[in-house]
Structures are given as structure tokens and as C-alpha cells.
């Protein structure tokens, strides 16, 4: 699994070091709506590193497909503590695999709670994403975590299932629900507004901290992640 780019986000001075590949097969991959720009070449740690450095930056974030399948995450980890004196952060992660050392943050996505579910959609089982999510909190990273709300798949029972379980770890884990976009060829839809106020209402009975967005298709989504001064990135390798 490689290193696909790095882009820059000079409002919030973070810098995103993508990867490629994931151990998953989400039916629903949102990766499917939207092949992001930015990776079509594979870049060398050094062209990495080199681009960390001449930037000012003050959070460096890893996302994939699944970073920890790149060997070089605990590199670039280790460089960013240790020679830019920046936080670290995988951004969105199965959870399969434990992080290396000098990652600060961590969001997991827990796909389901039911592991007939988890498999069905992903191909794979939750048994070791969700006994690695306890034990990622006990080595101390901050963690956080979100799930898609897919109507019909993965629902209002799934929501409470899984605000359950991390309510077990932790009451104050920040919890994001996204709610479904349509991939073509799959057969769920997007969960309408009442729906998403009803899962985040249900989670929220569980954790503190409980977020959620929706968009209705993949033009909606980029319409508003244009607008949002958060995504707001420049390619710089
Ligand atoms: S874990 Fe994320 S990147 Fe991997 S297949 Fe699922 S949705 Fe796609």
C-alpha cells in the first residue's frame, strides 16, 4: 500500500498524507462515488517527507483506503513528532489494525455491530475492529468514531448498538453519523433528515458528543464540502 499524495489545508495549517488501498470491500465505499484527484501517482517517503517540511503545519492527518497498510506510517509519524513537533491523526480507519507508535488521534468507523452485518457489508468480521477499539483507547490515543447510517442495512437498531458498545469504552468518545450516499449498483438509499435526527437522538441517550450529516447524492456532498472552509486542500505532492 503506498503513499499517494499530500495536500494542504493552509486554514487550519494541516496537511493530509493520502494512502492507498484498503483490507475492506464496503459495498457502499463512498471512494467509489469519487476517485479523489489528487492520487494517481505514488510518491517516495522522502517527496513525502520533503513536502511535510516546507510547509507550516500544525496537525498532520493520515487517510486512506486504510493507513495503517502503509508501512510508512510509523516513518512519517515518527518525523512529524519528532522533527516537526505536530500532532498526528488517522483520520478514518477500519480499525483492523492497531496504529503504529506517534499517532495521536485516531477515528475508527465502526462499520456494524452485527458481525452477520459487519461481514455482509465489508467482507469482513468486526470481532477484531471491536477489541481493537477498546484496546486503542487504553493505550491513550484520543479516539473518535462515526458510522454510515444506510436505511434498511445498517439502521436505528445498528445506531444504538453501536453507541452502546462505545458508551462501554467511553461516554465522552466524540460520535459522527454519516448518513448514506447512494453507490451505484447498490440497493440502499439515503436516510432522509427525520431519520438522521432519530438516529442521532438515539445515539445521544448513550454519548455526550453525538454529530451527524447528510447529503443526498455525491453532487450534494462536493457542492458542500466546496463550502466548508475545514476541506478546503491544495495538492502539494
Ligand atoms: S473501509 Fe472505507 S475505504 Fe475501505 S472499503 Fe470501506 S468505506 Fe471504502
Not at 494542504?8 to 469519487?34: D, P
Not at 510509523?74 to 516537526?84: Q, V
Request: glycine residues 6%; proline residues 5%.
Amino acid at each position: 500500500m503506498s503513499l499517494k499524495a499530500v495536500t494542504y489545508c493552509e486554514q487550519y495549517k494541516r496537511a493530509n498524507v493520502h494512502t492507498s488501498g484498503c483490507n475492506f470491500k464496503c459495498k457502499g465505499c463512498s471512494y467509489k462515488l469519487n476517485e479523489h484527484g489528487p492520487r494517481t501517482k505514488t510518491l517516495s517517503l522522502e517527496q513525502v517527507k520533503s513536502a511535510l517540511r516546507s510547509l507550516e503545519v500544525k496537525r498532520v492527518h493520515f487517510v486512506g483506503g486504510e493507513p495503517t497498510l502503509c508501512r510508512d506510517l510509523g516513518h512519517i509519524a515518527k518525523f512529524c513528532h519528532e522533527e516537526l513537533h505536530v500532532r498526528t491523526k488517522i483520520g478514518h480507519s477500519t480499525g483492523w489494525n492497531r496504529p503504529p507508535n506517534n499517532i495521536d488521534e485516531m477515528n475508527i468507523s465502526i462499520k456494524a455491530y452485527s458481525e452477520k452485518t459487519h461481514k455482509e457489508y465489508t467482507g469482513a468480521s468486526n470481532k477484531r475492529v471491536l477489541t481493537n477499539f477498546r484496546k486503542i483507547y487504553v493505550q491513550g490515543i484520543s479516539l473518535s468514531a462515526s458510522t454510515v447510517f444506510i436505511p434498511t442495512l445498517i439502521d436505528l437498531e445498528e445506531m444504538e448498538n453501536i453507541a452502546r458498545f462505545i458508551s462501554e469504552v467511553d461516554p465522552l468518545i466524540p460520535f459522527h453519523i454519516t448518513g448514506y450516499i447512494p453507490v451505484p449498483g447498490t440497493p440502499w438509499r439515503s436516510p432522509n433528515p427525520d431519520e438522521i435526527a432519530r438516529a442521532e437522538q438515539i445515539a445521544k441517550q448513550y454519548l455526550e458528543e453525538v454529530t451527524a450529516s447528510c447529503y443526498q447524492s455525491a453532487d450534494d456532498y462536493n457542492r458542500k464540502v466546496k463550502e466548508d472552509p475545514r476541506y478546503q486542500s491544495v495538492r502539494v505532492a
